[in-house]
């Protein structure tokens, strides 16, 4: 990695080599919480942007970096704490819904060299990847990471690739049948994108399990899909599937749920990198916000928020290592 790639992902680290980054480029979605939450079931574009300066306001100050996304986040980019790194999604919100195969787009507005002139660290590309589905539908995807990772070393910016595993014959990711099949289609899109031919800097990679369907950590009405042992090997095995500096993404679960999958990562001996936490920090806040305006929104960020952030980083200075040995020794 050279110096330029370096320093950024430095930037967007704590000085020990962890990622403790808060997400908030979500989109439709948020559209779809904001909307929900409020008075009339509406939400606006505005509301949007200033949901997300306030997040980025007030939480800032405790993560080491800031996800966020070009359409409705620069406001919130130029509110963050000054010692907050700077992510910015490239890709647009969704995926084609048109055909099969969950393809992924590019912002039409927006390249690396345009994300860069806005001051970033690094980009995040996400993609929607069924390890078996079919072998022309894969292979477009791999060629269009190949070009993201391509356009991404030539601005020197680091590319952060978030990959979010499905099965094209499964509607439910929730289910105990998706738990089943869940391991393999992360440990096996764990494997291909850590290949050199994609340049990415960072993996965003899921848990490689259901922890709701992990004995111990099942619902009572729930059957455990998997043991603890199974779990924890499932844990591992992703671990040493990538020699890339990898981080977990929190998928909407609770901030009680994340934790405890970050303490069983650990104990499984998986050495993953830190985090990019967003629904798991602030989701709550959605309601409040919505509800009663935004300074309740703020004051729920100002305890509630901030508290599960600190929590967090408490965990992650007991759990994820430190990337830097990684990168050094590669």
């Not at 800031?66 to 490239?90: F, H, K, N, Q, W």
């Not at 494997?191 to 950590?217: A, D, H, R």
Request: with cysteine; hydrophobic share 35%; charged share 30%.
């Amino acid at each position: 990695m050279n110096k330029e790639k370096y320093e950024h992902l430095k930037n967007l680290s704590t000085p020990d080599g962890v990622i403790s980054a808060l997400a908030i480029d979500q989109r439709g979605s948020l559209k779809k919480m904001l909307a929900a939450n409020s008075k009339d079931g509406k939400q606006s574009g505005y509301d949007i942007i200033k949901f997300k300066k306030a997040i980025s306001q007030e939480l800032t100050p405790y993560a080491s970096a800031i996800l966020l996304d070009p359409e409705y986040g620069l406001p919130a980019a130029e509110v963050r704490d000054e010692d907050a790194g700077l992510l910015m999604s490239y890709e647009k919100t969704g995926y084609d819904t048109t055909q099969p195969g969950r393809f992924p787009d590019l912002l039409e507005y927006w390249s690396v060299r345009r994300l860069k002139e806005k001051g970033v660290n690094a980009i995040k590309f996400l993609l929607y990847y069924d390890a078996d589905e079919a072998n022309d539908i894969n292979d477009r995807k791999q060629a269009f990471v190949e070009r993201v990772g391509a356009e991404a070393d030539e601005y020197n910016l680091p590319f952060f690739l978030e990959l979010v595993s499905y099965d094209a014959n499964i509607s439910d990711v929730k289910s105990a049948k998706y738990a089943k099949v869940k391991p393999h289609k992360v440990l096996e899109l764990t494997k291909e994108f850590s290949k050199p031919k994609y340049q990415v800097t960072v993996l965003k990679v899921e848990i490689p399990v259901n922890m709701t369907f992990v004995e111990g950590y099942t619902k009572n009405s729930d059957l455990p899909v998997y043991t603890q042992d199974e779990a924890s090997k499932y844990f591992k095995e992703q671990s040493d599937l990538t020699d890339l500096p990898f981080i977990f993404l929190s998928a909407g679960v609770s901030n009680e749920l994340f934790l405890d999958e970050l303490r069983f990562a650990k104990k499984a001996n998986s050495k993953f990198n830190g985090v990019l936490c967003g629904r798991a920090t602030w989701k709550p806040g959605v309601e409040p916000f919505a509800k009663n305006g935004e300074e309740a929104g703020r004051e729920w960020m100002r305890t509630e928020g901030k508290a599960n952030i600190e929590r967090l980083n408490e965990v992650l200075a007991e759990t994820a290592s430190s990337w830097k040995e990684k990168i050094e020794n590669s």
